[in-house]
């Protein structure tokens, strides 16, 4: 592993920690074995902030789009007739998205404008 993967990783890791102690501390107040009124809500709003901000900034940027599933995928689709982009029977995609009406694909890996192909153009 790299240095930045490293990097990311403690962060990652120190973020889930943090969210560990933060339920720690809530749960009393979450079982009902400390009222509510005896919570310091100052405190808790400003944490709260604090944390959300926390993970937009530092978190959040940090994490691979493609950790959710989509990164683009490379598929070859066949077409009934020729394909509306090259005229081919069949072609190579990146495939980023399949829904009931089509597909969404990307023409390189390194596109960044994806193009929908209805799901009647293909087999």
Same mark, same amino acid.
């Given at each position: ?33 400390? !009222? *509510?009124?005896? @919570? ?9 902030? /604090?944390?959300?901000? +926390? ?28 394909? !509306? *982009?090259?005229? @081919? ?9 399949? /829904?009931?009406?089509? +597909? ?20």
């Amino acid at each position: 592993m790299t240095r930045a993967t490293d990097w990311k990783f403690v962060m990652i890791m120190a973020w889930c920690c943090y969210c560990a102690l933060i339920a720690h501390f809530a749960d009393p107040y979450a079982t009902g074995t400390k !009222p *509510l009124r005896s @919570a310091v809500w100052g405190n808790w709003m400003a944490g709260a902030v /604090t944390t959300i901000s +926390f993970f937009a900034l530092f978190i959040y940027p940090q994490i691979k789009w493609s950790l959710g599933g989509g990164a683009p995928v490379p598929v070859v689709l066949r077409f009934n007739s020729r394909s !509306p *982009l090259d005229d @081919a029977a069949q072609t190579h995609f990146w495939l980023t998205d399949e /829904t009931d009406a089509g +597909f969404y694909v990307f023409s390189s890996a390194g596109a960044k404008r994806a193009i929908f192909l209805p799901s009647g153009l293909s087999q």
